[in-house]
């Protein structure tokens, strides 16, 4: 099992119905730990464990999803970068454009990621032939 978990969820004995909170994960094999914190546990236990997935799509560098890869997706990046970083939480880049954004796939959007997008933008502009995979290494 992976030590960086993409959620945990606490839930009470009993008929309950307890639900998560929604997670922004990439696609991958996930498992399910199930367990009792108590001494003993209570291996008979029978539980429902219900998933929904929603596919999301997205275009890598197109932050903006308007079908390109310029300028104003830098500016987009910069924009949700700063705000961050002063504490704000309205209006960041999330879902679908979350991960067009997180070029290097670390699920973090930092200036690495801006300077990736710069450097593929202004090698197409100059026509030097470029894909992700030679810019992110
Ligand atoms: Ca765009
Ligand atoms: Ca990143």
Not at 112 to 126: C, P
Request: hydrophobic share 35%; with cysteine; glycine share 8%.
């Amino acid at each position: 099992l992976r030590e960086d978990k993409a959620v945990t969820l606490d839930a009470a004995l009993g008929k309950t119905k307890t639900e998560s909170e929604t997670v922004l994960v990439r696609g991958g094999t996930y498992y399910v730990e199930v367990r009792h914190k108590g001494i003993g546990g209570f291996s008979d236990l029978e539980y429902t464990l219900t998933m929904q997935a929603e596919m999301l799509t997205y275009t890598k560098g197109d932050a903006n999803a308007d079908g390109s890869i310029d300028s104003t997706d830098v500016f987009e990046m910069m924009y949700s970068c700063a705000k961050k970083a002063v504490g704000r939480t309205d209006d960041l880049l999330e879902g679908a454009n979350f991960l067009a954004a997180d070029i290097d796939e670390n699920d973090t959007l930092d200036s690495t990621d801006i300077f990736y997008e710069m450097l593929y933008i202004a090698s197409k502009g100059a026509g030097v032939p470029v894909d992700w995979d030679s810019i992110v290494k």
